[in-house]
Antibody
Framework: QVQLQESGPGLVKPSQTLSLTCTVSGGSISSGGYYWSWIRQHPGKGLEWIGYIYYSGSTYYNPSLKSRVTISVDTSKNQFSLKLSSVTAADTAVYYC????????????WGQGTLVTVSS | QSALTQPASVSGSPGQSITISCTGTSSDVGGYNYVSWYQQHPGKAPKLMIYDVSNRPSGVSNRFSGSKSGNTASLTISGLQAEDEADYYCSSYTSSSTLLYVFGTGTKVTVL
């Protein structure tokens, strides 16, 4: 069964870039058939889709975050990554990575999530 | 793009059935059969419970069922159990703007 695990700094200073990595086990990103997605959840709030990437490098982003988001993939490490630039306190959230089947619009597997706090 | 509308809370006694609604528009819930439901316990990641309106992933109890009528999707939990107490979120594909996915506002289920 596929497993996803987020990693990265838990504290980021305002105006800096948030960087997270999702490591996938139990399946190969490069085998295709899935989009690899990032989702966040502000403390005590609902879920917000950030974007996704295909193994080929094709990306699709939430328009509200598009100007600050970059998602990349490293198939040799079976990882994909999120960079969010110019962060503010409003970017404080739990960040999840998830897998989406190519033929559907469902987040079928999720990582455990990692809390990122933006503070000086 | 606004979030899908869910009731803030729903409660029921053990053994009862409850239904959570998820209201959108013809650009999301009403226009496509891509509604999914997620269960989230405190401090945990969301878990997929229902996809494509009414399909259950392997391993999910058949006490959970989904349906849709017009612009409103519903999640029904029958035979309510203490372990069902959690937050529940719906999600849908959306053709409105270029967002692709929209989530619901979330519903806290309390087992009395």
């Amino acid at each position: 069964q596929v497993q996803l695990q987020e990693s990265g700094p838990g504290l980021v200073k305002p105006s800096q870039t948030l960087s997270l990595t999702c490591t996938v086990s139990g399946g190969s990103i490069s085998s295709g058939g899935y989009y690899w997605s990032w989702i966040r959840q502000h403390p005590g709030k609902g879920l917000e889709w950030i974007g996704y990437i295909y193994y080929s490098g094709s990306t699709y982003y939430n328009p509200s975050l598009k100007s600050r988001v970059t998602i990349s993939v490293d198939t040799s490490k079976n990882q994909f990554s999120l960079k969010l630039s110019s962060v503010t306190a409003a970017d404080t959230a739990v960040y999840y990575c998830a897998r989406v089947p190519f033929y559907d619009y469902v987040f079928s597997y999720w990582g455990q999530g990692t809390l990122v706090t933006v503070s000086s | 793009q606004s979030a899908l509308t869910q009731p803030a809370s729903v409660s029921g006694s053990p053994g009862q059935s409850i239904t959570i609604s998820c209201t959108g528009t013809s650009s999301d819930v009403g226009g496509y059969n891509y509604v999914s439901w997620y269960q989230q316990h405190p401090g945990k990641a969301p878990k997929l419970m229902i996809y494509d309106v009414s399909n259950r992933p392997s391993g999910v109890s058949n006490r959970f069922s989904g349906s849709k009528s017009g612009n409103t999707a519903s999640l029904t939990i029958s035979g309510l159990q203490a372990e069902d107490e959690a937050d529940y979120y719906c999600s849908s594909y959306t053709s409105s703007s270029t967002l692709l996915y929209v989530f619901g506002t979330g519903t806290k289920v309390t087992v009395l």
